[in-house]
């Protein structure tokens, strides 16, 4: 007899994803032993970015577009995160050829920032300092707003004067973040302006609507795995929600970190992941899972705060 195992519908690649690695591998496909190169990590999912470095994706950094040889015969691909002006004025530089893989999503977003901009208005972000789509964003308005991560940056940066209360201010936040994070961050700026405050709703609707089915799930099974690369924003960000609604939640970011003292035999397992965690890859931590005799799965009525696998 097998542990109960399901895998959550929803979990897996955004769209976005979905259309970044279908393009990378259309291009792979058509030039075999061509390589591609990807500005940045394609997807934060190491498992991934190895599958598909076997096939020729080689990850670079903007510094690196420089140094390419011939670049006029090389092709750069821009993932969905997105990239300031100044990365396709480089690549007109060199002459390398791009395919733009941009997040339709986070093109918008772009566009709206650009649109609201001015020397009256301050412009704040809520999003992960250096995160990508976050730079990207940073270059449509010239470095000109303030990123703040949390409630307690967005505190410090009120009590220091980085961000001004005496000016219109506009705020915006990075697709991936919680929308209850981002409510409580907007609600707190809301108090504290006197010269108004416009929100824009800028969280992907995909990823809004993962936190409440997110939530549902982690309740409704006994104990969660949840699987994603290690440096995934919003990989933190969704395991975070279900440890808060499921105590027994376990980060992984392959089927070798399971451990079976995790499980008792009677335990109904839930498996999510990232909008960046491949659909084969909980598919393969759902069959290790599976796997485990449950002879060797530990039945303990009560587990120690220190034997939950906190968030990495």
């Given at each position: ?6 895998i ?8 976005g ?34 599958r598909?470095?076997?096939?020729g994706?080689v990850?670079i ?6 140094d ?20 396709y004025e ?22 709206d920032i ?10 704040v972000?809520?999003?992960?300092v250096g ?24 505190l ?10 005496d ?16 409510s ?6 809301t ?6 405050l ?20 982690a309740?409704?099974?006994?104990i969660i ?7 995934s ?13 499921n105590p ?10 399971i ?5 008792h ?33 530990h039945c303990?009525?009560?587990?120690s ?8």
């Open positions: 007899m097998a542990l109960s195992v399901e959550d519908k929803r979990s897996g690649f955004c769209g994803v979905i259309r970044a690695i279908s393009k990378a591998e259309e291009f792979l496909d058509a030039h075999p032993g061509k390589k591609l190169y990807s500005l940045g990590a394609i997807v934060h999912n190491e498992a991934e970015l190895a598909l470095s076997a096939k994706l990850t950094s903007k510094e690196d577009i420089a390419i040889p011939d670049p006029t015969s090389e092709t750069l691909l821009i993932r969905a995160h997105g990239e300031p002006p100044s990365t480089l690549a007109r530089e060199v002459g390398i050829n791009v395919i733009d893989c941009t997040c339709p999503v986070v093109l918008k977003l772009q566009k650009r649109k609201t901009y001015s020397p009256q208005r301050q412009i972000i809520f999003g992960k995160h990508a789509e976050v730079m990207g964003l940073l270059g449509q308005v010239g470095g000109d707003a303030v990123v703040i991560e949390n409630m307690d940056m967005l410090s940066a009120l009590e220091d004067g980085t961000i001004r209360t000016v219109p201010l506009e705020i915006f936040s990075q697709t991936t973040k919680s929308p209850t994070e981002y409580r961050i907007c609600d707190s700026l108090e504290r302006t006197t010269a108004g416009t929100i824009h709703n800028t969280i992907c609707s995909q990823v809004a609507s993962r936190h409440e089915e997110l939530t549902s799930f309740q409704s099974h006994d795995i949840f699987v994603s690369g290690a440096s924003s919003n990989g933190k960000v969704l395991c975070d929600l279900c440890l808060s609604r027994r939640t376990y980060h992984i970011s392959s089927q070798e970190e451990d079976p003292s995790w499980f035999p009677d335990d109904q397992v839930g498996i999510c992941g990232a909008t960046s965690t491949p659909r084969w890859l909980l598919e393969e931590v759902a069959e290790a899972i599976r796997a485990i005799p449950l002879s060797s799965s303990h009525s009560e587990r705060e220190e034997s939950i696998r906190q968030v990495k």
